[in-house]
């Protein structure tokens, strides 16, 4: 799944947040490193996610 992120340059390096997913951030020294440090945020919020909602929780496809 692709999910859309926004990446902002900050005095220590890049703060990235992922705007569909509330309360799902990262950051890094880097671009690459923020880039890299999101995807394992999102990875783990979806987890969690899963295992709250159990039986709950869909996936559903959304045309571009």
């Given at each position: 799944m692709k999910y859309p992120v926004a990446l902002m340059p900050t005095e220590e390096g890049?703060?990235?947040s992922c705007p569909g997913l509330p309360g799902c951030w990262s950051q890094g020294a880097t671009e690459e490193?923020?880039?890299t440090n999101i995807q394992d945020a999102?990875?783990?919020y979806l987890e969690v996610a899963r295992q709250l909602a159990g039986e709950n929780l869909r996936e559903v496809e959304i045309p571009a």
């Open positions: 890049y703060s990235v490193e923020a880039l999102i990875r783990e």
